[in-house]
């Protein structure tokens, strides 16, 4: 009988660790995954991802470099992390290896790495630019999990870095103009305006003449209030107007050599006048990448005028926003008095034709450059080609 009851307490004693165990076994779960939770949760934490990237402007045949840093900046390491960043296929890398992304015109850059606390890791990368454009590099995107990798946590880093690539210029000679100024003298100047810096005499002061013309020496010298006189400018203003269309019919797409040839032209003339110390402005059928504004800079000569304009040309897609003959004609256009218009374009659609005439008789110097094989009609009639 009491052999009966050892067995029996024992049986019971085992019957009670065994849901003991389970809960034991659960707590243990349930902590491990709520420890690799919470680890996922703050692997990303204090990690930064940069782009460092010295120069962002290029012209085509030349190579952008720019570094990628990851820093673990907590003192907890990282079991791994990975690292997609979204570059260009236009601007292949020469030095790395890239992925197909799924989207048109995007490759991946893709690291995965295990970091300590406080760690640095920098990948430097070579971009090579063939062809001219607006470029963006980015997002990026970060992906690390738990100590087990039960739980994976992502974040996308929006910093973008716009990257743009000059058209290529060629001097003028080559493009078949070889006269030293192919555009008109600059001799002379047109008589509207004036240059402050070059005074030539005085006269007595008119009514309207801002007080920052009056002389005062010389008002003192008279009694009377006196004027400056200066001498016309003798600065020449080339406005750039290009013409983006390529095709007749716009359902018949674009074609991309005259769409680069009339970038390469424009762009040219534009480095050849600024390099003849002429003010230069720029005015074409497009508008600028996520904008709906055209593409318009006006005539001048700041230091960055040429690279503003070459800026302008490299964004130039095919899409048109506009007729260039309403750019033209468009109030508020700001063409100068006087200015000489180097319209490039490989058709010359009748009402272009037209708006190029009436600038002429307005007493606008008007040049067209042709760059495409396609015979004119009779549009061309009376206008410089």
């Known amino acids: 009988a009491e052999d009966g009851i050892r067995d ?8 009670c660790a065994l849901p003991i165990s389970l809960v034991g076994l659960g707590v243990l779960v349930f902590a491990a995954g709520g420890v690799a939770r919470l680890g996922a949760r703050t692997a990303l934490d204090r990690v930064r991802y940069t782009r460092v990237v010295p120069e962002t402007r290029a012209f085509v045949g030349e190579s952008i ?17 990975e690292l997609r960043d979204a570059l260009p296929e236009a601007l292949p890398p020469s030095d790395v290896e890239t992925h197909p992304s799924g989207m048109p015109g995007v490759v991946l850059f893709t690291r995965a790495a295990s970091m300590r606390g406080h760690e640095a890791l920098e990948w430097p990368v070579t971009l090579r630019a063939p062809v001219r454009g607006f470029f963006r590099i980015g997002p990026a995107r970060l992906r690390s999990s738990d100590l087990l990798g039960v739980f994976a946590r992502e974040e996308t880093v929006r910093a973008d870095t716009s990257v743009v690539v000059y058209p290529r210029t060629y001097p003028l000679a080559d493009l078949g ?21 070059r005074v030539v005499g005085v006269r007595d002061y008119v009514a309207g003449d801002p007080l920052k013309r009056v002389d005062w020496n010389a008002t003192a010298r008279v009694g ?32 991309p050599v005259v769409l680069e040839r ?19 402005g720029l005015v074409a059928n497009g ?8 593409i318009r800079i006006g005539a001048g000569r700041r230091p960055d005028q040429l690279v503003r304009a070459l800026e302008a040309l490299a ?19 700001a063409l100068p008095a006087g200015a000489t218009i180097v319209v490039v374009a490989a058709l010359l659609p009748a009402e272009l034709a037209a708006t ?4 002429r008789g307005q007493g606008y110097g008007v040049h067209v450059l042709k760059t495409s094989a396609w015979a004119w009609g009779d549009e061309a009639a009376g206008l410089p080609v």
């Open 8 to 15: 029996k307490l024992v049986t019971g004693v085992q019957t």
């Open 65 to 81: 470099r720019l570094r990628l840093r990851l820093v673990n900046g907590k003192w907890l390491p990282l079991p791994w992390v």
């Open 177 to 197: 103009l070889a006269s030293a100024r192919p555009f008109g003298e600059r001799a002379g100047g047109s008589r509207i305006f004036e240059d402050p810096v």
């Open 224 to 255: 009377r209030l006196q004027s400056r006189l200066y001498e016309p400018s003798r600065s020449q203003t080339v406005v750039v107007a290009l013409h983006i269309t390529t095709m007749e019919h716009t359902w018949q797409g674009y074609d």
């Open 262 to 280: 009339n970038v390469v032209v424009a762009a040219s003339v534009a480095r050849a006048a600024f390099e003849e110390h002429a003010s230069i």
């Open 287 to 294: 508008s600028f990448p996520d904008a709906d504004r055209p």
């Open 315 to 333: 964004m130039v897609a095919p899409f048109t926003t506009s007729l260039l003959s309403d750019e033209l004609e468009r109030p508020g256009s």
């Open 356 to 359: 190029l005439r009436r600038l």
